[in-house]
């Protein structure tokens, strides 16, 4: 498998202006200005711990990502130059494990890595996260949804969708996107 999340976080990176932001054209043909956080890289070790006290082996381009950056906060939302959140903030490991204690409806087979503005978190699937390619769940308040995807693929199309929740675009044809918003 090739993994390709650092060259689509180099891309993204390179479209930033020196504070971390820039415009982006959202739906409907609004324009947004966003900002976009990078965390410090975590090293093997602090993964190598992370997956003994979960019991589970992470999938390689989730580990790409880790090694590159801890965390990280995309297309947070700016208005009138302060944030005001929304985005995808990708969590740190320790930030994953704090998660893990609080979140109600988590069932154990799932580590939490991402949450998304409209309060749902991205989900690793553990018993899919070192056999199957495809092993990620979204949790949307109490609903579990499948996404049939990576970590690497949705991060992929996340930052070329600008943000928008392209895994529900495919639920609105041009007859019901005109009757639901």
Excluded at 25 to 34: F, Q
Aim: net charge negative; charged share 25%; glycine share 6%.
């Amino acid at each position: 498998m090739t993994v390709f999340i650092e060259k689509t976080l180099e891309g993204l990176k390179e479209l930033l202006d020196e504070r971390g932001q820039m415009k982006i054209l959202g739906k409907e043909g609004t324009l947004n200005e966003v900002e976009c956080q990078f965390f410090a890289r975590a090293t093997d070790q602090e993964i190598t711990e992370f997956e003994k006290k979960l019991n589970v082996t992470l999938p390689e381009d989730y580990r790409v990502f880790l090694k590159t950056h801890n965390g990280a906060r995309i297309y947070d939302v700016m208005i009138y130059g302060s944030n005001v959140g929304g985005g995808l903030h990708i969590l740190s490991l320790k930030e994953i494990y704090e998660s893990m204690q609080t979140i109600a409806l988590l069932k154990p087979t799932f580590i939490p890595v991402a949450h998304l503005l409209d309060g749902c978190y991205l989900l690793i699937d553990k018993t899919k996260a070192s056999t199957d390619p495809n092993y990620l769940w979204l949790l949307n308040q109490t609903e579990y949804e499948f996404l049939n995807l990576n970590f690497e693929l949705f991060v992929d199309r996340y930052i070329v969708s600008q943000g928008a929740n392209f895994w529900k675009w495919n639920l609105y044809s041009a007859e019901n996107y005109y009757r639901t918003n």
